[in-house]
């Protein structure tokens, strides 16, 4: 079973099998406008939740990518160098920046779900 | 996600001046930022990159009139232009009627108070005048106060100023003004728009062909609707003018040039003529004679960068060997180019196209060289 869950800095993950797939949300790449560059993490760094791990630039400005959660990095989305317009195509789906192996699952409960993000997103404006 | 820190400070800031075309960029779908104590689009629905190369391909709108526009008149032309002369370097006695030249106002040290375009009107007698938004009041009580008292600087405050940029502008403009098509580069004309008198000079500020139009205030919307109803037409934004301008290889002042910074070490020296580099007579002509003569202590020059990160403003550009040699003022990925380009400044020893250099993104050394400018050639129409 898949669980989705959100920060307020509107990076999702997406769980299974204790693996997070992680990149930024549909609002956040409309914030960003024109993504233009991807810097990745590496695979095999460890990362506590919410310590900055990529970093996403815009034609505008660069933006640090917080990870939801803790956990060690186990693989990156390589497509991102070639194409990292693919941010503002598809965010939520082809376009995930990293998969990372979870330390702690019960970090994902400090996270929004769905509803709670959308109404966040919502107000933000 | 989070964005990095924002250069400009909106708090405590008195209320944003508006275009007379804000209703139009609304209802455009604009997104508006302030800039320059003005409310400006950065970008409409399409976004920079689209933007961008719609000009490229076709015709941009701009919205600039943001910027300043001012008259200078007196007795006749050479009394204007002698007066003009002792504030820039450029050759202003020269122009002939409807020419327009590039120019800086400078300080008594040398420095750039501000670059701006002076235009010979068409009757002879007077100057034209296009200065940054951000420098109107400070270049305009500056013009001011160093005019005789026979030539008067008056600011016209009543009027747009749009662009029409790329290559298929001259074509769009010339649906509704035939004449402006004959323009030259660098050369302007007062026309008639539908009853409005409007002054249609063929400049801009990306690398393209293109056009900016004084327009009054009452007729903006509707000439601005009349050329968006065009089909090669689209509206542009800040961003992407700021992208264009980049690959063009023009400094913006404020970012690649200040009060410190000198024409010469702007790599602004070829708008300064033969006599006025000879003769000076200008405020500031001590340091610019001085480094023309023996070289500046720094100038600005191009960047290519080899990955696609970008290079920001204050980043810092060292050599091979990690000595640092100045910092980044300008940069960009930009579109065209398909690169991320640059402007910053270095000693003239490690200025040459080709010189492997540095530059410091979040702590890591990127390699660049430096670069020939203009990144993306200009499509400039010399003769119409």
New interface residues.
């Given amino acids: 079973m898949t669980l989705i869950r959100y920060t307020e ?3 999702y993950i997406s769980v299974e099998d204790g693996v997070g797939t992680v990149g ?1 949300t549909d609002y ?1 790449q409309g914030k ?3 993504v ?2 991807v ?1 990745l993490p590496k695979v095999g760094e460890k990362v506590k939740q919410g310590q900055p791990i990529a ?3 815009s ?8 990870s939801p959660v803790s956990g060690e990095v186990v693989e990156i989305n390589e497509a991102l160098n070639d194409k ?2 693919l941010i ?1 195509q598809e965010p939520e789906t082809g376009a995930w920046i990293y998969r990372l192996a979870l330390s702690n699952a019960g970090e994902l409960d400090k996270l929004m779900d769905r509803d709670a993000y959308l109404a966040y997103a919502g107000a933000e404006g | 996600m989070s964005a990095a820190p924002a250069t400009t400070d909106h708090e405590a800031a008195p209320p944003l001046r508006q275009t007379p075309l804000a209703a139009l960029h609304r209802e455009l779908g604009a997104k508006l930022v302030p800039f320059a104590g003005y409310e400006m689009p950065v970008s409409y629905a399409t976004g920079i990159v689209k933007e961008h190369t719609h000009v490229r391909e076709r015709a941009g709108f701009f919205d600039v009139s943001h910027m300043g526009q001012a008259r200078i008149t007196g007795p006749d032309f050479e009394t204007v232009a002698a007066a003009f002369e002792r504030l820039v370097p450029g050759d202003i006695a020269g122009l002939k009627c409807g020419q327009i030249r590039y120019t800086q106002l400078l300080n008594d040290e040398g420095g750039i108070i501000d670059d701006l375009m002076a235009t010979r009107e068409a009757d002879g007698t007077g100057l034209f005048l296009v200065v940054n938004a951000s420098r109107k009041e400070v270049d305009f009580a500056h013009i001011a106060a160093h005019l005789p008292p026979t030539v008067t600087l008056a600011p016209l405050a009543n009027r747009a100023l749009v662009a029409l940029q790329g290559p298929d502008a001259a074509r769009v403009l010339a649906r509704q003004m035939p004449e402006a098509a004959g323009l030259a580069f660098m050369t302007a004309a007062p026309l008639d728009w539908r009853g409005a008198a409007v002054f249609v000079s063929r400049s801009g500020y990306t690398g393209e062909d293109g056009f900016e139009i004084s327009v009054p205030a009452d007729a903006a919307e509707a000439f601005a609707r009349s050329l968006l109803a065009h089909p090669e037409v689209e509206a542009i934004g800040l961003g992407a003018r700021d992208t264009l301008r980049l690959e063009a290889g023009l400094p913006l002042y404020g970012q690649d040039m200040d009060e410190t910074t000198s024409p010469i070490e702007a790599a602004l020296d070829f708008s300064i003529g033969k006599r006025r580099r000879r003769d000076g007579g200008f405020i500031g002509a001590e340091r610019v004679q001085r480094e023309l003569a023996d070289g500046p202590a720094r100038v600005r020059v191009g960047l290519r960068l080899e990955g696609r990160s970008a290079a920001r403003t204050h980043m810092k550009i060292a050599s091979e060997t990690g000595e640092t040699l100045g910092e980044i003022t300008s940069g960009a990925y930009t579109p065209t180019a398909a690169a991320s380009v640059a402007f910053g400044y270095v000693p003239p020893r490690s200025s040459a196209p080709g010189t492997p250099v540095a530059v410091e993104i979040r702590g890591a050394f990127q390699p660049a060289r430096v670069a020939s400018l203009p990144f993306v050639p200009h499509r400039y129409v010399r003769k119409a």
Avoid: M, Q, R
């Avoid at chain 1, 034609?59 to 917080?66: E, F, R, T, W």
């Fill in positions: 800095d509107h990076e930024i956040a960003l406008g024109d233009t560059f810097e970093v996403v630039e034609v505008k400005a660069a933006s640090d990518i917080y990292p317009e503002n």
